[in-house]
């Protein structure tokens, strides 16, 4: 990435959860909004080792004025830094060398982790996506091309077919957790179309929207990823 990259890590014992942010881009950003402290029944058993690392956000997606082409240029960079250099170094943490990878993040950090779970299913075995976006099309000003039809979720898993779709029904799962309140119009939509697809390709999946009352806020994304994470991890 040419710079430090902040990694914030919680935990003595269990699976590994990576967390990407939202917007903010920040590592720090699920200990400042409660989600740690949501997960500390988990975290506090040994259940769970959650690891939030900061992103650039910033310079792939939210920066709109920016040349697309060199926007999703930086978004490959920090893939090749997670999958080259974080993996690496949260499995040296858990002294396990393929131990699987779980991937949770809230709106723009849902699309990371859809991304990674089903570009690098052996790795992300488990992908909790809550409210998100699937299509990165609004961000992208209409550019195409290789790169950003494999970054774009709603566009590439339709077309996975052979050793490619083998290699995410036999590897990984998604969860996709929306509400359908207030700032959630167009995400459980989208959550919903992206279900339709995963279903089709027969890929892992469940899709979890709540109620009109739920809002796109931290509020709800504590709630939904303790029920959520302990159902995967608390047993």
Known sequence: ????????????FGPPLLVFPSASGMAHEWESHGMIEALAPLI?????????????????????ETD?????????????????ELVPAIRRDCRTPD????????????????????KHPEIFRYALCLSGRYDITEFTGGHD????????????VPQLDG???????????????CGRGKWEDGNWQE???????????????????????????WVWWRRQAAMHLTQRFGR
């Open 145 to 156: 091309g290789v790169d950003f039809y494999y970054n774009n979720p709603i566009a590439f």
């Open 99 to 118: 131990i699987p990878i779980a991937v949770t993040g809230c709106s723009l950090g849902a699309l990371y982790s859809a991304n990674v779970a089903l």
């Open 1 to 12: 990435m040419g710079r430090k990259l902040y990694l914030w890590q919680y935990g003595h």
């Open 163 to 177: 050793p490619a779709l083998d290699r995410v029904r036999h590897n990984t799962h998604l969860t996709l957790v």
């Open 191 to 217: 959550a919903q179309r992206f279900a339709g697809i995963l279903d089709a390709k027969g890929i892992p999946h469940y899709l979890d929207l709540w109620g009109t009352e739920v809002a796109h806020e």
């Open 44 to 64: 506090d058993r040994g259940r769970l080792k959650v690891y939030c690392v900061e992103s650039n956000v910033s310079e792939a997606w939210t920066r709109r």
């Open 68 to 84: 697309p082409a060199w926007r999703i240029q930086r978004h490959l960079t920090y893939e090749r830094f997670v999958i080259d």
